[in-house]
């Protein structure tokens, strides 16, 4: 069993930036870890996913060139540095965990984003 714990979200400009980290409660060296976000209203769409061991990382069209995926398995902890952020990028980020790329066996609780125009 893991648990994820994400944390960093708030209240930024457009144009801003904000770091989120998920901290696990296991060991997540052989899980893949993303992260998905869910606007008011709007269905859970993915946002970003990062191999077991870092190699390779996916994003979504919406993001790519502004969020970068990484992790730290010494720390239990993966983050998501999103830059440049833009009001249609509020919402709340979940972060997950998968024992395969593109499965999602564990969930956090999410942490909220709110940009400001």
């Known amino acids: 069993q893991v648990q994820l714990v994400e944390s960093g979200g708030g209240l930024v400009q457009a144009g801003g930036s904000l770091r989120l980290s998920c901290l696990a409660s296991g060991r997540i060296g052989t899980y893949a870890m993303g992260w998905f976000r869910q606007a008011p209203g709007k269905e859970r769409e993915f946002v970003a996913l990062?191999?077991?061991?870092?190699?390779?990382?996916f994003y979504a069209d919406s993001v790519k060139g502004r969020f970068t995926i990484s992790r730290d398995n010494a720390k239990y902890t993966v983050y998501l540095q999103m830059n440049s952020l833009k009001p249609e990028d509020t919402a709340v980020y979940y972060c997950?965990?998968?024992?395969?790329?593109?499965?999602?066996?564990?969930w956090g609780q999410g942490t909220q984003v709110t940009v400001s125009s």
């Open positions: 990062i191999s077991w061991s870092g190699g390779s990382t």
């Open positions: 997950n965990a998968g024992k395969r790329l593109w499965t999602y066996d564990y």
